[in-house]
């Protein structure tokens, strides 16, 4: 294996159930009603087709760029009382790939500040080659073009990659690029 990208919540950081609790939270302060399926469904969407969604489900009158101002400030103002632990065992993993000079990347659909604030907290950005966010690309997953553009900053066929990802969206994504992935979920022993 030659390249290995990493999707960031909920396969380097343990951030799904934050990013969960936050978004219920901003739910509630608009007055919407989901399901925790429907909620589930939005799992591993960029920021603007999530809101996009919500808005059309829930016949909402903000646009999505409103909606995700509103969820963007929430959240800022409440990620720090969170611990956002890592995966266990992803350092050691990411660490003795580097070593065996496996071409490591993310492709998330968080926005780069957040897998910089992210990466950086959990002192692992070093071991990346690039990180590509979900706003830098126009189509987000389950549409293929954040892992493309990894590959197209490598200058490497799309199948030589591997992805790791944990939602639906995401193996769709990689399997339309062409990529061999890695469905990842976390699991919990008592």
């Not at 007055?31 to 429907?38: A, E, N």
Request: proline share 4%.
């Amino acid at each position: 294996m030659k390249h290995l990208i990493f999707d960031m919540d909920g396969v380097l950081i343990d951030s799904e159930p934050v990013h969960k609790n936050i978004l219920n939270g901003v739910f509630k302060a608009l007055g919407i009603h989901i399901t925790p399926s429907y909620l589930e469904s939005l799992t591993g969407m960029a920021a603007i087709p999530t809101w996009t969604k919500i808005k059309e489900d829930m016949q909402r009158e903000e646009t999505p760029e409103q909606l995700v101002a509103f969820h963007r400030d929430y959240f800022y103002q409440r990620f720090e009382q969170f611990e956002i632990p890592e995966v266990k065992g992803v350092k050691q993993l990411i660490s003795r790939l580097k070593k065996q000079n496996v071409c490591l990347s993310v492709a998330s659909s968080s926005s780069k500040e957040l897998i910089n604030i992210f990466t950086q907290k959990l002192d692992i950005q070093r071991y990346f080659d690039v990180m590509v966010s979900g706003n830098e690309v126009e189509k987000s997953k389950p549409n293929p073009d954040i892992f493309l553009k990894v590959a197209q900053w490598y200058g490497a066929a799309p199948e030589h990659f591997w992805v790791i990802e944990d939602s639906k969206h995401g193996v769709e994504a990689a399997k339309s690029a062409g990529m061999k992935c890695i469905g990842f979920a976390k699991c919990e022993f008592w």
